[in-house]
């Protein structure tokens, strides 16, 4: 059974990954009249730091005495995962709020990096704007809640349609299958090969950006799944995984893509959504609902042609089989570190940066899929960006990553799959059977069930 969490809800109770977490401990924070704000802040995505920026603001004014230190880390992806534990592990550098990814809650809870905020939630009016499913972002095997969801994402196809078109590719474009896709990147590589057809994140350098939203965008469109969630046991000798690494190898080896070295640059994000789309040097591009934000008027590449030439449409299954469609949903919280020093005015600011106008401001500017009531409703949202009601729309048929413990060291031998098939040094049999002894050696052969059996 896959793993399609939600069915056809308001686009307020849009879910994020439910994640495991069990008590915290000991981890530091500052003085009590310093608030320590670590987040990411790279390459295109500048939104946050313009958020946190608000924020200190509005709390710096109506708290006087108190400083807000704020702490952007520029990393990609894992790089920040990575620096951020280890500010975490040291009293002196942990910080008091911290931009926590949905998948990572439970890591660092069981860490001890994160304090739970139940008595808080209680008492905030707010939390009312959130829906049930969408509490779940934070939420612990022991019930607490660990983070509040600053806003959810789906994932789907852009494409230029003035591109398809002169390559004779039929507009609007509704690619049925997988093959689909292929077939409208070769009309695009005969039509121009300067221009890059197709792009799917793959490879080490892009961590979750390739396991989740590109390989994981795959699997859930075949009749295999990662993670099988009646038996809680990671899948192994699975066709869909093969099928999956054959479509990457298509792309990169046929040469349908970025060249691999274009693709295992970390900053291949930045570079696809700040230069070549916008410089019609890509085609289509399989990634999230959050890209327009980038060229907006707030945004690090404002394009204000964007919502003229680029088009959207859902990715397909691999043959077209029910539901036609998939997608994959994250998403980020605001988590209060473990040992601050002052949780009420960790708390404070938590709840200041994610009230109703802050989080309406944030949403608009990020392209994020709303979590409140309140903000999914607004006009200023609704009428804000015309992508935002075809991203929520596939709520219904989006994925989640497993709410397991393993995953992110899964998720790491996914790339390595990925990479080994999108370079040419293993064939996707070769990578699949690799990433099965992998995962064996990650969570023991008793976690693992057999896609056949």
């Known amino acids: 059974m896959k793993n399609r969490t939600l069915g056809a809800v308001a686009v307020a109770a849009a879910a994020v990954l439910a994640l495991s977490a069990c008590a915290g401990g000991d981890s530091g924070g500052g003085d009590s009249n310093t608030l320590k704000v670590a987040y990411q802040k790279f390459g295109q995505f500048t939104q946050m730091d313009d958020h946190m920026q608000k924020v200190k603001a509005e709390y710096e004014a109506a708290n006087e005495g108190m400083t807000v230190e704020l702490i952007p880390i520029e990393a990609q992806e894992a790089d920040y995962f990575a620096k951020l534990a280890l500010m975490n592990r040291s009293p002196a550098t942990a910080p008091d709020v911290m931009y926590e ?110 396991s989740m939203q590109g390989f994981q965008m795959l699997l859930t469109g075949t009749e295999d799944e990662l993670f099988n969630t009646d ?95 998939t997608s994959m949903s994250g998403g980020w919280t605001l988590a209060m570190g473990a040992g601050t020093k002052n949780p009420d005015a960790a708390w404070d600011f938590i709840s200041l940066a994610l009230n109703q106008e802050n989080a309406l401001s944030y949403d608009v500017a990020a392209s994020q899929v709303p979590v409140r009531t309140d903000v999914a409703e607004a006009p200023e949202y609704t009428e804000a960006n015309p992508t935002f009601g075809f991203f929520a729309d596939l709520v219904p048929d989006t994925n989640f990553r497993p709410a397991n413990s393993d995953y992110s060291q899964v998720s790491a031998a996914i790339t390595v799959a990925m990479e080994a098939v999108m370079t040419g040094q293993q064939t996707p049999e070769e990578a699949a059977a690799a990433y099965d002894k992998a995962v064996i050696g990650i969570v023991g052969e008793e976690n693992t069930t057999s896609a056949s059996s």
């Open 101 to 210: 990814d949905t998948f990572m809650v439970k890591t660092d809870v069981e860490a001890g990096y994160l304090a739970p905020l139940d008595d808080y939630v209680a008492d905030w009016a707010d939390w009312e704007q959130f829906p049930e499913n969408a509490r779940q972002a934070g939420l612990g095997d022991d019930g607490k809640v660990y983070g509040i969801p600053m806003g959810t994402d789906t994932r789907a196809l852009w494409y230029n349609q003035d591109i398809l078109k002169a390559a004779g590719v039929q507009v609007p474009w509704e690619p049925k299958t997988w093959d689909d896709i292929i077939a409208a990147a070769e009309a695009v590589k005969a039509h121009d090969p300067s221009i890059r057809p197709f792009n799917i994140y793959s490879g080490k350098a892009m961590s979750e950006g390739a």
């Open 231 to 325: 038996e809680q046991k990671w899948v192994t000798g699975s066709q869909g995984f093969i099928d999956s690494l054959t479509f990457v190898g298509d792309i990169y080896q046929g040469g349908l893509g970025p060249t691999p070295q274009e693709a295992l640059d970390k900053n291949v994000g930045t570079n696809i959504n700040t230069d070549w789309i916008p410089s019609g040097q890509l085609a289509m591009s399989l990634d999230g609902s959050w890209v327009s934000g980038t060229w907006l008027d707030s945004g690090s590449k404002p394009w204000p042609e964007w919502s003229d030439v680029m088009q959207v449409t859902p990715m397909p299954t691999q043959d077209g089989q029910d539901p036609g469609v």
